[in-house]
């Protein structure tokens, strides 16, 4: 009886917070409308976004729960790509081979790039994901986490159904507002998105030229090089500086040279991809080793040694 009086008790609180959480959101809701109109966006459109736009506890869950540690690379190349990954790769490199040829000729961005960045984002356009794109930004930007950020995500997405380019009652994607093939967020599709089938639409969700071409365009528009390794294997100097080694901390193979790391090899094939797709048994051993030694020199001691392999997407080119 205690415990029956308990839940009760539970449930009426959380629907006392849920209520009032609904009232403050929907304050919040009012102004965001005042500032659509400011912006720019329609009057009819701001208001029909705004009377769609849901709460949703379940985001904030989502986004509360992500992980305080980014994991090693090989860890997360282990999870993410298969020997079924890299022949479903292969299989749609084939079918859609004129047009990737098209675009990879238009922007200069490997046609292999973009079909491991389809794969990767998207399961090769399987899992495009459910959510309301409004209400999830708008619960996003209400929360504060990072409200700045979604709040002007939120009015792009306004945007982008203005122009005609989304339609608020479809406008699905993943829990964080990412949508389309390639997962894109809207001030990324207002940036970059293009029309890849000549229709006079951008459709990233339903055209795979669209698709492809914006996000060959992205790349290429935020500093793609061609013929150039997504990583090397290189050797490090016994007394090397592991605070430089940082993703934001950017420097020229030749300044990297005059530090005393060396290039080991230059190879656009993954070699541990390779070992995946002859021998899975062989692959997840060797991939626990590189798991093991890359965690040693990331966080314990320095290795004279770091070997490294890319998602790359030349995995999708062995036969």
Same mark, same amino acid.
């Given at each position: @009886?205690?415990?029956?009086?308990?839940?009760?008790a539970?449930?009426?609180?959380?629907?006392?917070?849920?209520?009032?959480?609904?009232?403050?959101?929907?304050?919040?809701?009012?102004e965001?409308?005042?500032?659509?109109?400011?912006?720019?966006?329609?009057?009819?459109?701001?208001?029909?976004?705004?009377?769609?736009?849901?709460?949703? =506890?379940?985001?904030?869950?989502?986004?509360?729960?992500? =992980?305080?540690?980014?994991s090693?690379?090989?860890?997360?190349?282990?999870?993410?790509?298969?020997?079924?990954?890299?022949?479903?790769?292969?299989?749609?490199?084939?079918?859609?081979?004129?047009?990737?040829?098209?675009?990879?000729?238009?922007?200069?961005?490997?046609?292999?790039?973009?079909?491991?960045?389809?794969? @990767?984002?998207?399961?090769?356009?399987?899992?495009?994901?459910?959510?309301?794109?409004?209400?999830?930004?708008?619960?996003?930007?209400?929360?504060?986490?990072?409200?700045?950020?979604?709040?002007?995500?939120?009015?792009?997405?306004?945007?982008?159904?203005?122009?005609?380019?989304?339609?608020?009652?479809s406008?699905?994607?993943?829990?964080?507002?990412?949508?389309?093939?390639?997962?894109?967020m809207?001030?990324?599709?207002?940036?970059?998105?293009?029309?890849?089938?000549?229709?006079?639409?951008?459709?990233?969700?339903?055209?795979?030229?669209?698709?492809?071409?914006?996000?060959?365009?992205?790349l290429?528009?935020?500093?793609?090089?061609?013929?150039?390794?997504?990583?090397?294997?290189?050797?490090?100097?016994?007394?090397?500086?592991?605070?430089?080694?940082?993703?934001?901390?950017?420097?020229?193979?030749?300044?990297w040279?005059?530090?005393?790391?060396?290039?080991?090899?230059?190879?656009?094939?993954?070699?541990?991809?390779?070992?995946?797709?002859?021998?899975?048994?062989?692959?997840?051993?060797?991939?626990?080793?590189?798991?093991?030694?890359?965690?040693?020199?990331?966080?314990?001691? =320095?290795?004279?040694?770091?070997?490294?392999?890319?998602?790359?997407?030349?995995?999708?080119?062995?036969?």
């Amino acid at each position: @009886m205690k415990q029956i009086l308990k839940l009760s008790a539970w449930l009426l609180l959380f629907s006392w917070q849920l209520a009032h959480a609904q009232g403050e959101f929907s304050a919040w809701l009012q102004e965001l409308q005042v500032e659509a109109r400011e912006a720019g966006i329609s009057e009819i459109t701001a208001k029909n976004a705004i009377e769609k736009i849901e709460l949703l =506890p379940e985001v904030i869950m989502l986004d509360k729960s992500q =992980p305080e540690f980014v994991s090693p690379f090989l860890e997360y190349y282990k999870r993410r790509v298969d020997a079924q990954k890299v022949q479903k790769g292969q299989q749609l490199l084939a079918e859609h081979a004129a047009l990737l040829d098209r675009i990879e000729a238009q922007y200069g961005v490997s046609k292999y790039m973009l079909v491991a960045f389809w794969g @990767m984002e998207t399961q090769y356009g399987r899992s495009l994901g459910k959510l309301d794109v409004l209400s999830s930004l708008a619960t996003l930007a209400y929360d504060g986490r990072r409200g700045e950020f979604f709040r002007a995500q939120l009015l792009d997405a306004m945007r982008m159904i203005d122009y005609g380019h989304a339609s608020a009652e479809s406008f699905a994607g993943s829990w964080a507002g990412a949508f389309g093939n390639m997962q894109f967020m809207p001030t990324t599709f207002m940036l970059y998105a293009v029309d890849g089938d000549n229709d006079n639409k951008i459709d990233v969700v339903n055209s795979l030229a669209d698709a492809f071409a914006s996000a060959a365009n992205y790349l290429s528009s935020i500093g793609w090089r061609e013929q150039q390794p997504v990583m090397l294997e290189v050797q490090l100097p016994e007394n090397f500086e592991w605070q430089t080694a940082q993703f934001n901390f950017r420097r020229s193979i030749q300044d990297w040279a005059q530090s005393g790391v060396r290039m080991l090899q230059q190879d656009y094939v993954v070699p541990r991809l390779q070992q995946l797709v002859l021998s899975k048994r062989t692959a997840k051993k060797s991939a626990k080793q590189s798991a093991k030694q890359y965690q040693k020199a990331q966080f314990i001691e =320095p290795a004279p040694a770091v070997k490294t392999v890319g998602l790359n997407t030349a995995g999708l080119e062995m036969n």
